[in-house]
């Protein structure tokens, strides 16, 4: 194992999580000790993967796991195996969402942080809210409508049990309007298919292909537009990163391929500077939670597309973080809740406790993160945001359920 973490609360348990599948990390609880492998890489290659699986069972030889945590995608190869090995094993396996086990990863990360300051804390439960949010900034998740998540907000309570003791509530308040990946996870690989589906809901077909035409052939673009209406292989998503990749490659930063994770994205952020501010945000209620419009920030783009791109660049970064902040300042105002400023309930304490988590692989995004920052929101320190923390988050929300 790569690290070892003294985590302050100990159960007489041990538990393997591992992890998500873009990054091959697992971690091993054993009564209080997080013990963290090293970053085997993207274990959908062959030779990665058996790297990690050898490691895995490696680590269970030295002592055998009460249960094991994987990812809730079904088809993770991390979630396969650890299904497999639940069995031989004959204990639990238990599959933890995947932004869920970001936002828990960050709330793990504070909870190291404070107690290694503040060594005078014996009551651990002063440093976990009894009501928090989580925004869950990201590229790629599997929801729990089997949908792709990845711009969600949500509302976490501590509820008492009949026994005294707490269980965890958690609600998904908010998301970013879902878009379609025409043809599913080759939207990751080509942006521009991102664009042409979300472009296709405010402009005619002739339009959308004028922005997207030195991408594709006039047949190819009439086969994905074809496939769109069709709804043929397509996958509904509320991801960040989708909506920043087609943002990239509208403002002609990005090409339509990717070299590596995140690259749009990336390249989005290279090239930003300061945001206009006439962006008004658009959020409506729909069924049990409230959607923050992404199609208007295209219709945005592209009525202002003639000034400084890379103000523009700036402009969708920032509107997307000033949604997620204005999801949690709304429903913190409706449930009466208050958000930022919130004393600690430590006595004499420094410390102040958040009670707002931002995670995620976009939460790497220093536009995202800044603002949100300067709003009191919690970002991790220690803990990586992206994939090489979701094995951590997996134990620290099992632990604190």
Not at 144 to 166: A, H, L, M, P, Y
Not at 313 to 319: I, R, S, V
Not at 346 to 368: E, T, V, Y
């Amino acid at each position: 194992m790569q690290e070892i973490l003294n985590f302050p609360i100990k159960k007489k348990i041990c538990i393997l999580s591992l992890g998500a599948e873009s990054v091959g990390r697992f971690c091993f609880y054993d009564n209080g000790k997080i013990y963290i492998s090293e970053n085997f890489g993207d274990i959908l290659d062959v030779k990665n993967l058996a790297n990690f699986n050898k490691a895995i069972l490696k680590q269970i030889e030295t002592k055998k796991p009460n249960i094991i945590l994987t990812d809730f995608h079904p088809f993770y190869n991390s979630t396969v195996f650890g299904s497999e090995l639940s069995k031989k094993l004959k204990i639990p396996h238990i599959q933890v969402q995947h932004h869920i086990a970001h936002i828990f990863s960050t709330v793990g990360d504070n909870i190291i942080r404070i107690k290694n300051q503040e060594s005078r804390i014996k009551n651990l439960s002063l440093v976990i809210p009894k009501e928090f949010y989580g925004i869950a900034s990201d590229g790629t998740g599997f929801g729990f409508d089997r949908n792709i998540w990845g711009g969600e907000v949500f509302q976490v309570k501590n509820e008492k049990r009949k026994t005294k003791s707490t269980s965890l509530v958690i609600n998904r308040i908010s998301s970013l309007e879902e878009q379609t990946m025409i043809g599913g996870d080759l939207a990751v690989k080509e942006p521009a298919r991102m664009l042409i589906s979300i472009l296709s809901k405010f402009l005619p077909k002739e339009k959308v292909y004028e922005n997207v035409k030195k991408f594709y052939t006039e047949n190819e673009f009439e086969l994905l537009y074809n496939q769109l209406q069709q709804n043929f292989n397509c996958q509904k998503t509320t991801s960040t990163g989708r909506i920043l990749d087609a943002v990239s490659v509208l403002l002609g930063f990005a090409d339509n391929k990717r070299d590596f994770k995140h690259e749009a994205t990336k390249l989005l952020e290279e090239n930003s500077t300061l945001p206009y501010k006439d962006y008004e945000l658009r959020i409506k209620n729909y069924k049990s939670r409230k959607i923050i419009n992404t199609t208007y920030l295209f219709e945005y783009l592209l009525k202002n597309i003639h000034k400084d791109k890379k103000r523009l660049a700036a402009t969708a970064q920032e509107c997307i973080a000033r949604g997620f902040y204005e999801i949690i300042r709304r429903c913190a105002k409706e449930t009466r809740f208050p958000i930022g400023n919130r004393v600690s309930d430590i006595p004499d304490s420094r410390f102040q406790i958040p009670d707002s988590f931002l995670a995620g692989g976009m939460a790497n995004n220093k536009i995202i993160s800044s603002y949100l920052e300067n709003k009191d929101v919690y970002t991790s320190k220690k803990i990586p945001r992206g994939d090489e923390g979701i094995a951590f988050g997996q134990i620290v929300f099992y632990i604190l359920n």
